[in-house]
Every structure is written in C-alpha cells, then in structure tokens.
DNA sequence: AGCAAACCTTGACCCAGATCAAGATTTGCT
DNA sequence: AGCAAATCTTGATCTGGGTCAAGGTTTGCT
C-alpha cells in the first residue's frame, strides 16, 4: 500500500458520497488526517485483527473483506466498490480489524485517521447522520445476507443475487456484469464454487438466464424473481 | 403494547445506556418524543415490513428479532436485553422493519421518535457517538453470527456460544443461565431444535458440561474453548 | 392437583450441498 | 503467440445436519 498523491486529495474527497456535502472549513479541517494510498490488485491491506488507524475509503477499484477460515480458505463478507467504505467499527469502538481486508484489482483508497473522523463527527451533525445511515446501510445489508445464507437453498440464493441486480427501470430482460470472479461470489453466498456453478447451470437449463463469462444475460425479471427451486 | 407512564419516563431515560450522559437540557428536548409501553409475553411489537415511528430500547423483559421465513416458521437475528435498543435502520434510512419483533417475556419499552433522535442528534455531538458506537457494536456482533453460522459445524457453534458466556474472571468452571428457550437459542444459531440438543448431549458425554434444564454447567472453560468437533 | 400445551430429547432416515477428481476454458506473462 | 497458472465446469461420492416420528418433561392454566 503505497501512498500516493498525484491527484489532489481535497479533490477526491469532495467527490466521495460520505463527505461530498462537507463544508470547505470542514473539508480543510479533514484533510491533515486523509492519507491517499494506490494498491496494486491481490495486495493485502490488513488482516483480521490487526490495529487500524482509521476509515477506508474505496476511491477506484474494489476491496474483498473476507474472513479467513481454520482451514485456509476465507469466506467473503462482502466487496466494496468506489464510494464504499469500511473499518468504521475500528474508530467507534477502539478494536482490531474485524476481517481481513485485500484488493481485487489495482486502485486507489483513502484512510481518514480516527482522530479526523471523530473531530469532523463533532463540528458537522450532517456528517454525523451520513455515517450513521452508511452504518445502518450495512447493517440492514448484512441481515438480508444473513437471511439469504440461513433461509434459502444455493439456486435461491443466486436467483437472490441476480434479482438485487435489476436495474430501476423494470425491463424484463437486462445483463449483469459480474464484478468479481465467480469463486468470491460463491465465497459471498456461502457456496462451494462447484455448488454456484450448478445453481446457474440449472437456471440457463431452465431458460431464465444465459452465461456468457462474467456476463449473465437474465431473460426475465419477473419470471426470475419469482423462480424457487 | 399498551402505553405505560407508571414510572417516571425522565428517569427511565437517564438509566439508559444510550442516553445517560445527557445534559438536562437534552434529555428535555428528547422527553416529548418518548413513549413508554408494556408489554405482555409473546406479544407482537411489530412485523417484517411494518412503518415504524422510531427507535426501540428495552427497558425491562426480553425481545427477539426475526426474519419470518417462507414456512411459516422463523430464524432468530438476535435477542434484545435491557438497555439494547433496535430498529435504528429504520430512523437513518427511512425503511420499514426489517426483521420482526415480539416480546419474550412482560417488560417496558420506550419508543424514541424519529423526529426526536435527529435533533438530538444534531445537538449533542457525543450522543451521535454513542449512536455509531452502539451501530458499530450491532455490526460487529452480527459479522461474528454470521462468522459463527457459515464456517463452524453444529457442535462448535453450540462451543462460540458457551465461550462467548465465559466471565471475565478466568475461572475454569462456570455456570451459563440461558435467558431464552433452547429453540430460540437453536433458531440463533441456524440449528434444527434437535440438532442443538444433539450438540448439547455431545459436550456432555464428553464431559465438558453438565445441562439442568436451562442451566449449563461448564467444568473446564480452557478445554470447552480448545474443543473442535 | 390435574390436564393441556409447550418444550425438549432420542432415534431412523434422507437429501442438499460439500468434497474429491478430472477436464475445459480463460487469463496473464514473456 | 504460446505456455503456465488460475478459473470454471461437470461428474461421482460422501456426510452433516434437516426432517419426520414418537416419547418424556416441563410449564402454565383452571
């Protein structure tokens, strides 16, 4: 994780969802804690229990949190995209990293330092109530992943997934681009990637979706979501 | 859930470990945006979809949260004791219930309106702390249930659970009162009613515990946390 | 106390999905 | 382009834990 500055950090900052709607006195009192880092893709940013400094931010690119396994192999909890950010739990409650943390592809983040994040929480309510609602965001997202893994059967869980992915306008027929590989997707859903290969085998068997790679051609929205089995 | 005034609710709040460090102030602006219940056991507060006015905290008694599944039957997300509050997605994101809510047991809740917690929290930077803090908690716990339930077998889920109950103090021996039905604690910990019992027999033969109907005897914390299998 | 309704346990069986194994396809590197 | 490594698919087999069933125990009500 090397750090990195070619682009002005205030500028990037001001792009993020979680402080667009900063102040400039605000943003100026920010910025001496924002560290802008480049990560090359498969770089590891932090293991489960290391001590962190601060929030990540994903600027460009994608970060996997994942937990490791007794055996190994690592169960993903979930992949961040630009925007996302994550290792609240690190600054609110004074922990170690409660997952490991590794990039999938080369891109760049932000680490606003705990001390920052806790000045700014006090000078701007605003930014108070944005944190809050991403924290409660991933809450509510953590619970229907949870409901998904405990209460559905693996075709269920990928008929789930695809449906989370329909896009606003409700057209029938649409495509989902994949944004990782299929092994952390099944890692995601709780599947062996052997079971999630199934699962989509049998829903092009049963004519809802075509494969083509990393592209899923769904054929109908509305028949899809209401697929059990 | 019967509005309940018996007991002075400014009293009740400053008991409370969400707001117990307001000012008098503060605690004045909250007071008329607070609502005092009863509650009877296995009574309903509310359901999967519901519109909710604001955020819950138990006072007294027990409740759980739970995803009704397409059976008829539920999965357990959690089980609130006093002091716990619960629906907060529901303030910071504007979205009904996410899980459903019903009583255990009698108790007092109170019902802090929507309204109510964002001007507090606009006022009182350390009470949206506490909020991230308490967030950051929820999260926290619900990333290790989900931990617990994808990567461990039966009977080591049933071991995080007991381990999870070991005192601070490192006596080898100790005793773990459940505070919930054994199916409730099943559902939990995405087990079938029998198969914890399965587990619970398992540790007993192997002599780690001894069970009293709701009352777990652990003889050796150090060997109960080693046990795998 | 006495009965009904929950709750818990134990046994027998079964199945969804993990695991193992072997090939096919894609990706990335020089 | 060409090879190695990673990724994905498909098949065969195995097993943990769910389901069904039946009996025992506790709880709560009148």
């Known amino acids: 994780m090397t750090p990195y500055t070619l682009e002005s950090t205030r500028d990037v900052l001001t792009r993020l969802p979680l402080f667009c709607e900063l102040g400039e006195g605000d943003v100026d009192r920010l910025l001496p804690g924002v560290r802008e880092y480049r990560v090359r893709a498969h770089e590891m940013l932090f293991n489960k229990g290391d001590a962190l400094d601060g929030i990540y931010v994903v600027v460009t690119g994608q ?5 490791p396994t007794p055996q190994g192999s690592e169960k993903v909890i979930g992949t961040m995209n630009s925007g996302a950010s994550f290792a609240e739990a690190v600054v609110f409650l004074d922990i170690p990293a409660p997952v490991s943390a590794q990039a999938t592809q080369e891109g760049v983040l932000l680490v606003a330092s705990k001390h920052a994040i806790i000045e700014l929480l006090d000078h701007d309510p605003r930014f108070a109530r944005k944190m809050l609602a991403s924290l409660s965001m991933k809450l509510h997202q953590l619970m229907s992943d ?9 075709v269920q869980r990928v008929v789930c997934y695809l449906s989370h992915q329909i896009p606003a306008e409700g057209l029938p027929e649409f495509e989902v681009k994949l944004d990782t590989s299929k092994q952390t997707l099944a890692s995601q859903l709780s599947l062996a990637p052997e079971t ?23 054929k109908d929205a509305q028949r899809l979501r209401a697929f059990q089995g």
Chains 1, 2 share one sequence.
Do not use: D, Q
Not at 63 to 67: D, P, T, Y
């Open 63 to 67: 970060i996997k949190l994942f937990l």
């Open 146 to 154: 949870m409901e998904t893994c405990t209460l559905m059967s693996s």
């Open 196 to 218: 999630f290969s199934r699962a989509l085998s049998h829903l092009v068997k049963s004519g809802l979706i075509e494969v083509h790679g990393r592209t899923i051609h769904v």
